[in-house]
């Protein structure tokens, strides 16, 4: 299974970036505090259940998410916090079957 995790810095910028990848034919949804209890569920479902799925938010996944499964990371924001850098993209070093490796796409020019 191929995941995708995109960090945004701002709610609008997520936003932005979920509509400019589904206008280019990208399975994406937008994923941020402001959606219901519900609504996260069921993009974490669907994360789960869709074959290159990408998900844009805003802090929601950066701690105390595990998918295993997820194989690519695009931190599309920058910090200067090592411990949240770490948080941000260690969420694709789960182990997993079949997953020998993740990868990290560092649009934020950070560590």
């Known amino acids: 299974?191929?995941?995708?995790?995109?960090?945004?810095a701002y709610f609008e910028h997520s936003k932005n970036v979920c509509n400019a990848l589904i206008q280019k034919g990208y399975n994406a949804r937008n994923l941020d505090c402001k959606c219901t209890e519900q609504e996260r569920k069921d993009v974490l479902q669907w994360l789960k259940d869709t074959p290159g799925a990408i998900i844009c938010n805003v802090d929601i996944l950066t701690t105390g998410f595990d998918e295993p499964s997820?194989?690519?990371?695009?931190?599309?924001?920058?910090?200067?916090?090592?411990?949240?850098?770490?948080?941000?993209?260690?969420?694709?070093?789960?182990?997993?079957?079949?997953?020998?490796?993740?990868?990290?796409?560092?649009?934020?020019?950070?560590?």
Request: include cysteine; proline fraction near 6%; charged fraction near 20%.
């Open 1 to 8: 299974m191929l995941f995708f995790r995109k960090l945004c």
């Open 70 to 111: 997820v194989k690519n990371i695009i931190v599309n924001r920058s910090t200067t916090s090592l411990p949240l850098w770490l948080q941000m993209t260690g969420r694709g070093g789960r182990l997993y079957p079949g997953k020998p490796f993740f990868n990290i796409i560092d649009l934020g020019k950070d560590y």
